[in-house]
């Protein structure tokens, strides 16, 4: 079974800086990685995506996000990080790591478990 494990979540003052990784492991072989990403899910909010990044490359964020978070890889490691970096209140969440591992015309979908960031004001 696909192991998403999640790190470096905490508390942080607002404008401050976290970064987060997320392990892919137990993969079989005849998967492979389409994308990873992260989503967040507020108190009594829908859980939203935040950031992901493809196989090619390709990375996608959240307007809110924009311009304070990056997301990276480090493929050979089946590793995803997000650098959060002038944070606000408002990024207040559970944070999910998140997969989409391809074999042949068939995705299939992988979540940690979440890991908590809590901004104070």
């Known amino acids: 079974q696909v192991q998403l494990v999640e790190s470096g979540g905490g508390l942080v003052q607002a404008g401050g800086s976290l970064r987060l990784s997320c392990v892919a492991s137990?993969?079989?072989?005849?998967?492979?990685?389409?994308?990873m990403g992260w989503y967040r899910q507020a108190p009594g909010m829908q859980r939203e995506l935040v950031a992901d990044?493809?196989?090619?490359?390709?990375?996608k964020y959240a307007d809110s996000v924009k311009g304070r978070f990056t997301i990276s890889r480090d493929i050979a490691k089946n590793t995803v990080y997000l650098q959060m970096n002038s944070l606000k209140p408002e990024d207040t969440a559970v944070y999910y790591c998140?997969?989409?591992?391809?074999?042949?015309?068939?995705?299939?979908?992988?979540w940690g478990q979440g890991t908590q960031v809590t901004v104070s004001s």
């Open positions: 990044i493809t196989s090619g490359g390709n990375t």
């Open positions: 998140h997969t989409v591992l391809r074999n042949g015309p068939t995705n299939y979908v992988y």
């Open positions: 137990r993969i079989s072989s005849i998967l492979t990685i389409n994308a």
